[in-house]
């Protein structure tokens, strides 16, 4: 069972990235939006393509950081679910509808 956050709760650069995936861009980095494989089998379990996944900035961070947020569905900018790691896919947490 995946821990359940308030997107209230997050960082900020989470919050603004989600805003971005409802808007559908423009994002800053261009792995923004590749498929997620969910190779660690974390997330429930899904047809490869429904997971995508999203670069949340890490303030003084030279690479993209360890933050994500991967959305999952039929269409990015309406995802059925989206779930936020702060430690690169060891953990996720199901950002509240």
Request: contains cysteine.
């Amino acid at each position: 069972m995946v821990a359940t956050v308030d997107l209230s709760t997050l960082p900020p650069q989470a919050r603004q990235t989600h805003q971005l995936i409802l808007a559908g861009g423009p994002f800053p980095y261009g792995k923004d939006g590749s498929v997620f494989g969910n190779r660690e089998r974390l997330l429930p379990l899904n047809t490869r393509g429904y997971y995508r996944e999203y670069t949340v900035k890490t303030p003084g961070a030279k690479n993209r950081g360890a933050r994500r947020i991967v959305c999952g569905g039929t269409r990015p900018t309406t995802p059925q679910a989206c779930y936020y790691t702060g430690d690169h896919y060891a953990s996720f947490k199901l950002i509240a509808p």
